[in-house]
């Protein structure tokens, strides 16, 4: 065999499985101009996958990102930023675990004076619902006496056939 076959340096990147699994990050702007200088150097999207350590799903958002935008930055993301910060759904947590009967209006005057967050009793509402906690009202029931009930049953038992 020839002697070059055995010096060539293997093709994937890292050989530890786990520096390349795990929890996927946002690549810097230095990682992301060489995968643009590769691609205009018509180098293939899996040689700029193996020459820069970066996998090639990324290499080709990237430059897939490039050609419809004209740009590598960081677009902002869409919608609305979230009203409550992680604080303020500690307190909303312990609030509601502190006394459970409490209206969401009054909630939200307490979030006001403790945390200063200005809040509508909807979006506290909204809150307790992502956090699992649900408002139902309990339903009612009368207090039967055994007085009650002798005179109750009569009156059942005469209708008892009625029909709509």
Known sequence: MAAGVYNQAPRHASTNIGERMG????????????????HLGNKSIRDISWLLNIPRSSVSGIITKWKQL???????PSGRPRHMTERGQRMLKRTVRR??????????????????????????????????????????KPYITKC?????????KARRHWSL
Do not use: Y
């Open 70 to 76: 004209g740009t590598t930055a960081t677009q902002p």
């Open 148 to 156: 009650n009930a002798k005179r109750q049953m009569p009156w059942c």
């Open 23 to 38: 929890l996927s990050q946002e690549l810097s702007d230095s990682k992301r101009g060489p995968v643009i200088g590769g």
């Open 99 to 140: 006394s459970h009967q409490l209206s969401a209006e009054s909630i939200a005057k307490d979030l006001q004076t403790w945390c200063g967050l200005q809040m509508s009793p909807t979006t506290v509402c909204r809150e307790l619902h992502g956090m699992g906690f649900h408002g139902r009202a309990a339903a009612s």
